[in-house]
């Protein structure tokens, strides 16, 4: 079965690959996520402080953050010490909750 996420939803690559079976990762680990959403003054900090909730490791420093071409999106790329699939659920969850992020990748 493969996911199809509505325009609702966040796109979450944890979920079935094309082939089937999940990717495998080793908790604890580094974690490398894209977050892309509405580009606004309080956008990235808005991300780093939900991050910060569920990594209080993660440096905000080390965020980069890239402007679509057009200024209407922007990315946040980040890394973080994930824990665990609970851990990651909650971000992704919190992150969605926003209303200003459309992907996670």
Do not use: W
């Not at 979450?12 to 604890?28: H, I, Q």
């Amino acid at each position: 079965m493969t996911h199809q996420p509505s325009k609702d939803s966040l796109r979450d690559l944890r979920l079935e690959t094309a082939k089937g079976s999940s990717p495998k990762v080793t908790f604890p680990c580094a974690y490398s996520l894209k977050v892309v959403g509405d580009a606004g003054d309080d956008f990235v900090d808005l991300v780093t402080a939900i991050v910060l909730r569920h990594d209080p490791t993660f440096d905000p420093a080390d965020a980069q953050v890239v402007d679509s071409r057009n200024g209407r999106f922007q990315s946040v790329r980040l890394t973080i010490n994930a824990s665990g699939e609970a851990q990651l659920k909650a971000l992704f969850d919190e992150l969605k909750a926003t209303g200003q992020v459309h992907m996670v990748i």
